[in-house]
């Protein structure tokens, strides 16, 4: 039993589409992120929910669009793919407490 | 930036050494805990610490926190070729849920 599953695992797509990567979490978490993991392995923070409620937008562009129809699942969409965009995503959900957090297997973005 | 510093970048060992990394952050913290991230994997969470406390252990791990220096270190016993991974440092701040994790440090276990 996956806790925190994403899909896709890898998305190669062209400039200028549109794309979502889904995320849920079965672990009753009441919070979820986003984070970026660019190619110097740097994970930087872009969005924090917590139950459906966003918490955190760290200066993401607003191309980057986080969905929550349940405190399950957060969806992240993004218009107008740009090169810059390529990364791995990652979701991971905590609880509200700060415990550790639980995190996916991350969503390999490739821009072209 | 609330992003964090590691150091060493990399680290190489000889399996059965210690190996040791550190992590310097900014801002007062909730607590900090340390990841592991496999080439191509998530990150997996190894150890919390929180303020109040200045040493953890578990298993071969032991991780220290000095709040007054704003660092922390993992050190890994008796190291083995599986430990080879990418280590990540996170600090939870004292208001909101979110992580802000280190540079990380990139271990090699030689075996």
């Known amino acids: 039993d996956t806790a925190v599953s994403q899909t896709p695992k890898y998305l190669v797509t062209q400039m200028g589409n549109d794309k979502s990567i889904k995320c849920e979490q079965n672990?009753?978490?009441?919070?979820m992120y986003w984070y970026k993991q660019d190619s110097k392995k740097f994970l930087k923070i872009m969005f924090s929910y917590n139950n459906k409620e966003l918490i955190i937008n760290e200066t993401v562009p607003n191309r980057f669009s986080p969905k929550s129809p349940d405190k399950a699942h957060l969806n992240l969409h993004i218009n107008s793919l740009e090169l810059g965009d390529s990364a791995v995503y990652f979701c991971?959900?905590?609880?509200?407490?700060?415990?550790?957090?639980?995190f996916g297997q991350g969503t390999r973005l490739t821009v072209v | 930036s609330q992003q964090g510093e590691e150091d060493p970048q990399a680290l190489s060992i000889q399996e059965g050494e210690n190996a040791t990394m550190n992590c310097s952050y900014k801002t007062s913290i909730n607590n900090l805990q340390w990841y592991r991230q496999n080439s191509g994997r998530g990150l997996v969470h190894l150890i919390l610490i929180r303020s109040n406390e200045r040493e953890k252990h578990s298993g071969r791990l032991r991780v220290t926190l000095d709040t007054s220096k704003k660092s922390s270190s993992l050190l890994i016993t008796a190291s083995r070729a599986a430990d080879t991974a990418s280590y990540f440092c996170a600090t939870k701040a004292n208001t909101g849920n979110q992580f802000y994790f280190g540079t990380g440090t990139s271990l090699t276990v030689i075996p």
């Open positions: 991971a959900s905590s609880q509200v407490n700060g415990a550790g957090a639980f």
């Open positions: 672990l009753g978490h009441d919070t």
